[in-house]
C-alpha cells in the first residue's frame, strides 16, 4: 500500500457526460501528478499540482482540468467524455516538486470505461 | 524531450532463471531514472530508482539496476525468478528541470513459466 488512495475504483459512463477523479496524497506529500494509462498510449503525464500551485503540464486535453485543494487532495476533471478517454487515471504523489530524492509514489488508480 | 524505449514487450522466462530487462533512454544530461512494476489489476510500485553516484542500484523483490551512460541503458536484472514476478515492468525517466513528470517506456511483460 502505497498510501495514495484514488475514488472510485471503477467508473462507467457515457459518452459526453463528465466526470471528477478524487486522489489523496500521502501523508506530507505536497505534489499529486495525474497520469493516464491506455492501450494505445502507454502511461502518459496530464499534469502536477505542488501545494495547491501547477506546477507542470503534459499531454492534457483541454476538455480535462484539475485543481488541487487546500488539504492537498485532488481532483481531476473530465468533460465531454469520448469513447478513447477509457483509460486507467493514476495519481501519484511525492514530497517535493522535484529533485534528487524526490520519487512518487502511485495509488491504485481509477478505471474508467465510456460506453 | 526526454524518450524512453524499452525493446521487449514480452519475456517469458521459467522460474528460478536469470531475467533481463532492457531500458534505453533518450536525456540531454544525467537523469533520474526508475523502474516500477504494476501487477494485474494492480497500481505500479517503485522497485528502484538512480539519482546518482553508483551506477549499481539494489532495490526491492531481489532486484537490481545498472546505469550505463556509454549506453544510455538502465537495465533490470533478478538473477532468480519467482512466479510472483509475473507482471508488467515500467522503465521511467524523470526530468531534473522544474517539475517532476515521468516519461515512461511502454512496458515489458513478463511471463513465468512453471
Known amino acids: 500500500d502505497s498510501g495514495v488512495t484514488q475514488t472510485p475504483k471503477h467508473l462507467i459512463t457515457a459518452t459526453g457526460q463528465r466526470v471528477t477523479l478524487r486522489c489523496s496524497p500521502r501523508?506530507?506529500?505536497?505534489?499529486v501528478y495525474w497520469y493516464q494509462q491506455s492501450l494505445d498510449q502507454g502511461l502518459q503525464f496530464l499534469i502536477q499540482?505542488?501545494?495547491?500551485?501547477?506546477?507542470a503540464k503534459g499531454n492534457i486535453l483541454e476538455r480535462f482540468s484539475a485543481q488541487q485543494f487546500p488539504d492537498l487532495h485532488s481532483e481531476l476533471n473530465l468533460s465531454s467524455l469520448e469513447l478513447g478517454d477509457s483509460a486507467l487515471y493514476f495519481c501519484?504523489?511525492?514530497?517535493?516538486?522535484?529533485?534528487?530524492?524526490?520519487?512518487?509514489?502511485f495509488g491504485p488508480g481509477t478505471r474508467l470505461t465510456v460506453l | 524531450a526526454q524518450s524512453v524505449t524499452q525493446p521487449d514487450i514480452h519475456i517469458t522466462v521459467s522460474e528460478g532463471a536469470s531475467l533481463e530487462l532492457r531500458c534505453n533512454y533518450s536525456?540531454?544530461?544525467?537523469?533520474?531514472l526508475f523502474w516500477y512494476v504494476q501487477s494485474p489489476g494492480q497500481g505500479l510500485q517503485l522497485l528502484l530508482k538512480?539519482?546518482?553516484?553508483?551506477?549499481l542500484v539494489q532495490g526491492i523483490k531481489g532486484f537490481e539496476a545498472e546505469f550505463k551512460r556509454s549506453q544510455s541503458s538502465f537495465n533490470l536484472r533478478k538473477p532468480s525468478v519467482h512466479w510472483s514476478d509475473a507482471a508488467e515492468y515500467f522503465c521511467?525517466?524523470?526530468?531534473?528541470?522544474?517539475?517532476?513528470?515521468?516519461?515512461f517506456g511502454g512496458g515489458t511483460r513478463v511471463l513465468v513459466k512453471p
Open positions: 501519484a504523489s511525492s514530497v517535493a516538486s522535484g529533485g534528487a530524492t524526490d520519487t512518487q509514489y
Open positions: 501523508s506530507g506529500d505536497l505534489s
Open positions: 536525456y540531454g544530461a544525467t537523469p533520474y
Open positions: 538512480y539519482f546518482s553516484g553508483d551506477t
Open positions: 499540482y505542488y501545494n495547491g500551485e501547477e506546477r
Open positions: 521511467a525517466v524523470g526530468a531534473r528541470a522544474a517539475g517532476n513528470k515521468l516519461t
